[in-house]
């Protein structure tokens, strides 16, 4: 059972920083792309950033770009979302996705909330 735990979400100020972590377990982490999602109140669920997860190609949505960073440690089967300058407009429940590059079997984390608030 693939299971995946997100963490590092909280209260941050405008211009702020986190990093999120998302540990997984129960699967072959390079085995998988990694996803960061998030949703925002009454908003459908976007795509954050992505990376592969043979060559690491690492892919962002506009709105994050130049802000966000992804990246992975495999032998922590971990990933890591860094958001820098946060914006107010930032703030949702962002959500670890697992894809299984094989098979194409998707897996979700539970969610951590980021407010970016003053």
């Known amino acids: 059972q693939v299971q995946l735990v997100e963490s590092g979400g909280g209260l941050v100020q405008p211009g702020g920083s986190l990093r999120l972590s998302c540990t997984t377990s129960?699967?072959?982490?390079?085995?998988?792309?990694m996803n960061w999602f998030r949703q925002a109140p009454g908003k459908a669920r976007e795509l954050v950033a992505g990376?592969?997860?043979?060559?690491?190609?690492?892919n962002y949505a506009d709105s994050v770009k130049g802000r966000f960073t992804i990246y992975r440690d495999n032998a922590k089967n971990t990933v890591y979302l860094q958001m820098n300058s946060l914006k107010p407009e930032d703030t949702a429940v962002y959500y670890c996705?697992?894809?299984?590059?094989?098979?194409?079997?998707?897996?979700w984390g539970q969610g951590t909330q980021v407010t970016v608030s003053s």
């Open positions: 129960g699967a072959t982490f390079s085995g998988y792309a």
């Open positions: 990376i592969t997860a043979v060559l690491l190609t690492k």
């Open positions: 996705n697992a894809r299984n590059i094989y098979n194409m079997s998707d897996y």
